[in-house]
């Protein structure tokens, strides 16, 4: 791992007492100023490329921090055959859904991005990265914030990016898709190049689900709903991210439960198995990462059903992955303050 001269800039504890008042947008785009970059490098076990530069950028945007992240993937380690370049964009500061193994959520303020925010950020990290506007670039809007929640400005998001953006492709998540959400992503696939539209699973079982992410406490878990629409739907870039946790989800009756479940839209949709990235709030929880061992297994049941999934997993933890945010690894580089407008 490489990292950029280091100095302490905020705590995992510091992070909890980080609360401003709630309520208010993001909204004004003249007020973002960059603080730091964090740069490192990775192997990993992915889909198509095995080797990683991130780049982890922190925005203070009318007081509060916000990162987004930019991702070389290369083929190998020797970074000499680039597969894609990814920007991740948060869609709000901090997140409704509270799950209990992402960092954010020891945010207890939550404020949405506005549009003019994200496109800001967009150019910002294109900009500083010398990538010109015409260049494939893939926009994953994975990072804080679920689209339950932001859906609508993730389609205005997609609309005014595709004015100015004419290569960009498209990754959309959600813990909870709902058939009217669903529905509008079908919409979005006929204008837009959607690379994948994700779902975040962790089990069948709403207690479970229910205990570790709070949010689904106020929602009805549907799961085979999501498989009803998936298997009528004309888009087949569907992807399921099987996070594995230790004793939650790991064991071979959870595997053929789950094999059951996405059977019968095996032509439509990818596995990936992703390995739980540990955070203060993930350890403070008692959530575990499994083993990759138990993800090879699940790997070989879920192709020996003609299930096509892949293992996604980084060989360090850095802090830049996942659920994670750099804040909590005092490894910020310092920069000059600028305007990033």
């Not at 303020?109 to 549009?115: C, N, R």
């Amino acid at each position: 791992m490489k990292t950029l001269s280091q100095k302490s800039f905020i705590s995992s504890v510091d992070i909890t007492n980080y609360i401003t008042d709630s309520g208010n947008k993001l909204s004004d785009a003249r007020a973002i100023n960059l603080l730091g970059v964090t740069e490192s490098s990775n192997n990993f076990s992915a889909n198509g490329w095995s080797y990683e530069d991130a780049k982890k950028y922190l925005f203070n945007i009318g007081g509060k921090l916000v990162e987004a992240g930019f991702y070389s993937h290369f083929a190998d380690d020797k970074a000499d055959r680039l597969i894609k370049q990814v920007i991740e964009l948060p869609t709000s500061f901090s997140c409704p859904m509270k799950c209990a193994y992402c960092a954010s959520s020891l945010i207890n303020d939550i404020s949405p991005l506005d549009v003019d925010v994200m496109i800001t950020i967009t150019q910002f990290i294109l900009d500083a990265n010398d990538i010109d506007n015409d260049r494939a670039v893939l926009i994953a809007l994975t990072g804080t914030g679920d689209a339950y929640y932001t859906l609508g400005m993730i389609c205005e998001y997609l609309s005014r990016a595709s004015q100015v953006y004419k290569n960009f492709s498209y990754t959309i998540s959600s813990c909870n898709w709902t058939h009217d959400m669903l529905m509008t992503v079908e919409k979005l696939q006929r204008q837009y190049r959607i690379r994948n539209v994700q779902s975040t699973f962790i089990s069948n079982n709403e207690n479970v689900v229910a205990s570790i992410i709070p949010g689904f406490r106020y929602m009805k878990l549907q799961p085979l709903a999501f498989i009803d629409i998936v298997k009528g739907s004309m888009f087949v870039n569907w992807r399921i991210n099987y996070l594995m946790m230790d004793s939650i989800n790991d064991g071979d009756d959870h595997f053929i439960e789950f094999i059951k479940m996405v059977k019968p839209i095996n032509d439509k949709v990818i596995i990936r198995i992703s390995s739980l990235n540990e955070t203060f709030a993930s350890r403070s929880n008692g959530l575990k990462p499994s083993n990759l061992q138990r993800s090879e297994v699940f790997k070989r049941m879920l192709n020996h059903e003609g299930i096509n999934a892949y293992i996604f997993h980084s060989v360090e933890n850095n802090n830049m992955s996942c659920g994670q945010l750099v804040l909590e690894k005092n490894s910020l580089t310092t920069m000059p303050c600028r305007r990033a407008l």
